[in-house]
């Protein structure tokens, strides 16, 4: 069984859409995948039709962007009830909170002269999708400013650039309770990824949300060298905490491909048993 359970797709900062994604995975020979977009669940249910007709098996949830002392970091939520109001009442917020950010990064940038435009920004949204700065990326690309996504995050977009607004986003540990109520199974994304110091939680804060019903670590991801996924199952072996691998894809947007990471199948059970709110679509 190769599990891959962490993947974007045009509902946020993905290049494919929901159904492709499911194509896709077929095609990298995948049995199931995740569907994580940033702060939404709108692509749920296409990616369910087409998991049903492409017999690959879908795994609902969302990457919840959370901010702890200034930095990032990213919660996975499966198999949540994606009409529960708290948690859908905080995506919308957060959602919104973006596109007004999106539009003041722009700002910074331009009025620095870099050849950049809210309007051009806006036509690389998908309809619906969570804006995010990969947008502002695409945009700058399309304009041939820079080659590639990540040559415009090493430039101007990163983290501790002069140009990056925050936008709303709850703290991490909102966020797993969020999720816990909402009837899913909370995981940590990435929580030692390189390019994210700021954003990086301490073993303690991680036992924090662990006693709040963290339910696991993103152990294998494409952001974490050998140590940093050494370190990442120690602590859930610590903490009692399941272990995931994905590849989190980005369709052209991003190097890593389908089945980069893998989950083991048995943790799939068990975010499976833990879940409430929602059921993987199963391959037939
Ligand atoms: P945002 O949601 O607007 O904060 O943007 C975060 C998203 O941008 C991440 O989920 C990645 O898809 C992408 N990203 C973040 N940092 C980088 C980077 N250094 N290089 C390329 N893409 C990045
Ligand atoms: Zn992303
Ligand atoms: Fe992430
Ligand atoms: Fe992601």
Not at 12 to 18: C, E, I, L, V
Not at 23 to 34: E, I, K, P, T
Not at 96 to 119: N, Q
Request: aromatic share 4%; hydrophobic share 40%; net charge negative.
């Amino acid at each position: 069984m190769r599990i891959d359970l962490h993947a974007h797709t045009t509902c946020s900062d993905g290049t494919q859409s929901p159904s492709g994604l499911v194509v896709a995975a077929r095609a990298a020979g995948l049995d199931a995948v995740a569907i994580t977009d940033h702060d939404s669940t709108a692509g749920w249910t296409e990616a369910a039709e087409a998991g049903r007709a492409h017999r690959v098996g879908v795994v609902p949830g969302v990457e919840i962007s959370c901010e702890r002392d200034g930095g990032s970091v990213h919660l996975l939520g499966y198999l949540i009830d994606p009409d529960d109001r708290p948690l859908t009442a905080e995506l919308a917020r957060a959602r919104a909170s973006r596109a007004t950010r999106l539009e003041r990064m722009v700002a910074l940038l331009a009025a620095d002269g870099i050849p950049v435009r809210y309007a051009d920004v806006l036509t690389h949204v998908p309809a619906g999708a969570t804006p995010g700065r990969p947008h502002i990326a695409d945009s700058l690309v399309a304009a041939g400013v820079v080659a590639t996504r990540d040559e415009a995050f090493a430039r101007w977009l990163h983290d501790q650039s002069p140009y990056y607004v925050h936008h709303y986003a709850p703290d991490p540990l909102r966020a797993v309770e969020l999720v816990c109520a909402a009837g899913g199974v909370p995981v940590l994304a990435h929580p030692f990824a390189r390019t994210r110091g700021a954003g990086r939680l301490t073993d303690s804060a991680i036992g924090e949300l662990a006693d709040a019903g963290l339910a696991g670590l993103e152990a294998d991801h494409p952001d974490h060298d050998g140590p940093a996924r050494v370190r990442a199952r120690e602590l859930a072996g610590r903490l009692g905490l399941i272990v995931t691998g994905s590849s989190d894809y980005h369709g052209a947007g991003k190097a890593s491909r389908l089945g980069d990471n893998l989950t083991d199948p048995s943790v799939l059970a068990a975010i499976e048993a833990g879940g409430r709110g929602a059921a993987v679509v199963r391959a037939r």
